[in-house]
């Protein structure tokens, strides 16, 4: 809930092994931010985040999938900015 799009930092949200039915309760506070105060989340910020498997899974990223299964993936945060422009209502 406070990721920032104009910071530079990866906002990485872990939620602990859960029991099914405790999912289920997890799920919906997601939707309002007030997850982050449950049992078992924690909030991590960084620049770089690597995920590592011990067996090849496939990988999507922006909705599309990649062509291989990897065990090993790593985003890095770039420090230049994207100019965006967007029509506003007049």
Known sequence: PHARFD????DICIIEALPKKR???YLPRTL???HIRLPGVKIYRSRKV?????????VHIDGEPMTDSINELEFKMDNRKLRVA???ES
């Open 50 to 58: 690597t995920i590592r498997s011990l067996q090849k899974l496939p």
């Open 32 to 34: 309002n931010g007030s």
């Open 7 to 10: 910071d530079g930092l990866f």
């Open 86 to 88: 967007a029509a506003g």
């Open 23 to 25: 999912i289920f309760q």
